[in-house]
Structures are given as structure tokens and as C-alpha cells.
């Protein structure tokens, strides 16, 4: 088949581009994806414990989006899922977002009634309140108490995630990290919260099934794209592609790292199973010192699930690391890291491609973003309406 149009990358970005063009534009579609499977991070199956593991990382979908539901709806059906969240505070695992409850959790009787009732007379009921506007608060056990959620949910996670010294964390971030003044314990409050019935990756074989899609797999771009920069021109297999290209890959890779490796942080799972259940929660927080635990969180799969077998789990250990694309372990780009230095990087790889006009950059690594799935999908739904 001769493409009309190549998509580098099977992710969510690469998968609803190739879907609009191949149903909406009646267009053939080439998906070139270096992986072995399809839907990029998003990738789920079930394991030999009967349980839907997620191969990088828990997603769960939660979205404001009408639309993006909508959209995603033509692929999968859904069950509804709320999903909630214990940290390990002082040997209690309590919620997070810290609210209410957090509150009775980590201070006796007396003191979390006080605090509770400063919150409620300062901010409302069923609010959300920045650690910043709390240190604000005149009253000195509030204030106590934002440098209580600083130290003990915010500060040690972020220096295992990010791995930054207190000093290089920066306070924009940390402005950010709210306190919810309630009992509302889900980690999102977003309009629709739920999971695909049949897992991620049926979204993925849904939205690709077209014969108008033709998708390689364990291939890298490089093989068959070739940008040249010279004459602002891509070509495909030797010959001059005037069709439109998405590239949703790393943009550094595209340009073979003329300016050098942009800046990201990997992740490592240790994946375990084990009998019965695991834990309270389908994620528990481990918001302590690197020394204490090496690890952020701990998640068990099968409390993501709608019905799941209750002799055995599966259960991944997550260790943030350095992303070093040569190395065995952490190998994987999964959140770019936003230094001033990186930003111009990122700036000049775009520079160079910007003359060529049917060169599309989308996607978390392509933008040099941190898009959640709900924000990629509508997106590429968007950059689709503007291509076309």
C-alpha cells in the first residue's frame, strides 16, 4: 500500500491520527512504531495471575471532556472507577490529596478538631487550598501544618521523582500541592472518571482495525523517514514524501541529537505477585526519604479492575531514575524534565524543522510536554481539524 499519509508512533497521539485519517479522510495510513506492540505507554494485557497489568505504569482515565469521552466511546465500553490513593505518613497510610481525614489521621483528637475547624471557617467546606495559601493563614498551627503536608507528602516523593535536592524544587510546584478541605478522598475530581471494559489496548486494536491502516512494528523510523534539512524536504524509503508526516517520537531522536539529548526522567518497575491482596488501596504513596524507601509508590493491578481474581495479584514497585537512552534500565523517556537549558534545546530542534510544512510534530515527547491521556487525545483531534 502506498501511504498517503505516516504517523511515527502507536501511541494515543499516533493511534487517533491514524484513525481520523484512515475513517474521516478515506486516506491510507502508515503507523511506523519502533515497540512490538501498539498504544505506546498505554499498553495493558493479562497476566498469568488474571489480572490486567498495565506494562508501564498505572493509567487511569479521568477527563472534564464531553467530547474526548465521546470520541473514545467508538472503541470501548467502560465501568465506571474512582480512584484513590493512601500515602505512608509516619507509618499511617492516609489519603492523598491530604484532607480531612489525613488530618484526624496524623494528630490527636484535640489538635486535628482545631485545625479542622480553622480550615473550614478560613477556606469553606469542599475546597482546595494550596500548601502557599496555607502559609499565609495567620493562625501558627496551620501554618505548622503546611510545612507538616511539605515535609512529609510533598518534599521526599518529589526528590525520589524528580531526583532534586529540596533547594532545586521549584516553589511554582510547590505552591501547588493542595490540601482539600472535605472528605471527598478520590484523587481526581474530574466529571468523568472510569476504565476501558476491555483494556487500553483494545482501544488501540479498535482504532487501528482499518484495511487502510497498514502498521510496522519493531521498526525505527530511520529506516524509511529521512528529514533533510538542507532542502526543508522528508522522504520515505529514498523518495520525496509530500503527504502529511506526525512524528510523535522524541524530537531529539528525529534530528539524531544535533544538539544533544534532551533532559527526561525514567521509570523501573518491579513487578511481584502474590497472594490474596496486597494492600488498602490500588495505590499506596511512599512519600519518605530515598534511604527509607527507594520507591514512590506501589501499585496493585487488579484494584483497577472491575471484577479480578481474589487468590492472586500483581503488584509493581515503581523507582524513578535517570533517563539514559544507552542503558538497560530506565531507557524510556516518560517525563521531560523543564530546565531553561532544555527549553532552548527543545526551541532549536523545532527551528530547524519548521520550514518543512507537511512535518507535524504531536504528542508528549514530539511537544516536550506532560500531557495527561485525556489532553493528547483532544489534541490530536485538534491538530487532525487543523491539518486537514
Known amino acids: 500500500m502506498k501511504p498517503d499519509v505516516i504517523i511515527v508512533g502507536a501511541g494515543f497521539a499516533g493511534a487517533v491520527i491514524a484513525e481520523r485519517y484512515a475513517n474521516d ?25 488474571g489480572v490486567r ?6 493509567h487511569i482515565f479521568h477527563t472534564n471532556s464531553k467530547d474526548v469521552v ?7 465500553e467502560w465501568y465506571p472507577y474512582e480512584h484513590r490513593v493512601l500515602g505512608v505518613i509516619e507509618g499511617k497510610k492516609v489519603p492523598i490529596p491530604f484532607n480531612l481525614t489525613s488530618i484526624e489521621k496524623c494528630f490527636d483528637t484535640e489538635k486535628a478538631e482545631r485545625l479542622k475547624e480553622a480550615l473550614v471557617e478560613a477556606y469553606g467546606m469542599d475546597t482546595k487550598v494550596p500548601i ?23 518534599k521526599y516523593y518529589t526528590m525520589k521523582q524528580w531526583g532534586l535536592t529540596p533547594e532545586e524544587i521549584d516553589p511554582g510546584v510547590t505552591a501547588r500541592v493542595p490540601v482539600l478541605v472535605g472528605r471527598d478522598d478520590r484523587y481526581f475530581q ?8 476491555n483494556g487500553y489496548t483494545a482501544i488501540f486494536e479498535n482504532m487501528l482495525a482499518s484495511e487502510k491502516i497498514e502498521i510496522m512494528l519493531n521498526t525505527d523510523a530511520h529506516e524509511h523517514v529521512h528529514v533533510d534539512l538542507e ?28 544538539f544533544g539529548d ?14 490474596g491482596t496486597y494492600q488498602e488501596a490500588a495505590t499506596v504513596n511512599y512519600p519518605t526519604p530515598a534511604e527509607i524507601n527507594g520507591f514512590t509508590r506501589i501499585t496493585e493491578y487488579k484494584l483497577l479492575m472491575d471484577t479480578y481474581p481474589s487468590d492472586k495479584t500483581t503488584i509493581a514497585v515503581e523507582y524513578p531514575l535517570a533517563y539514559n537512552r544507552h542503558s538497560d534500565r530506565g531507557n524510556i523517556p516518560y517525563y521531560p524534565i523543564f530546565t531553561e537549558e532544555d527549553k532552548k534545546k527543545y ?13 507535524h510534530l504531536l504528542g508528549r515527547l514530539a511537544d516536550y510536554k506532560y500531557y495527561n491521556m485525556d489532553q493528547i487525545v483532544a489534541r490530536a483531534l485538534m491538530i487532525y481539524n487543523k491539518i486537514k
Open 25 to 49: 479522510s478515506n486516506k491510507n495510513v502508515l503507523v511506523i512504531e519502533k515497540r512490538n506492540h501498539i498504544g505506546g505507554n498505554m499498553f495493558d494485557y493479562i497476566d498469568d495471575n
Open 53 to 58: 497489568y498495565h506494562e508501564y505504569g498505572p
Open 70 to 76: 465521546d470520541y473514545l466511546s467508538k472503541f470501548t
Open 132 to 154: 502557599l495559601r496555607l502559609k499565609e493563614n495567620e493562625n501558627e498551627e496551620v501554618k505548622e501544618l503546611a510545612d507538616f503536608i511539605y515535609e512529609n507528602v510533598f
Open 190 to 197: 474530574d466529571k468523568y472518571q472510569c476504565m476501558p471494559k
Open 231 to 258: 532542502c526543508n524536504k522528508v522522504f520515505y524509503d529514498e523518495e520525496e514524501f509530500t503527504g502529511p508526516v506526525i512524528f510523535t517520537g522524541a524530537v531529539d531522536d528525529l534530528l539524531n541529537y544535533q
Open 262 to 275: 534532551l533532559s527526561y526522567r525514567s521509570l523501573d518497575f518491579d513487578k511481584q505477585s502474590h497472594k
Open 347 to 359: 526551541e532549536s530542534y523545532c527551528d530547524k524543522i519548521k520550514d518543512i510544512s507537511n512535518l
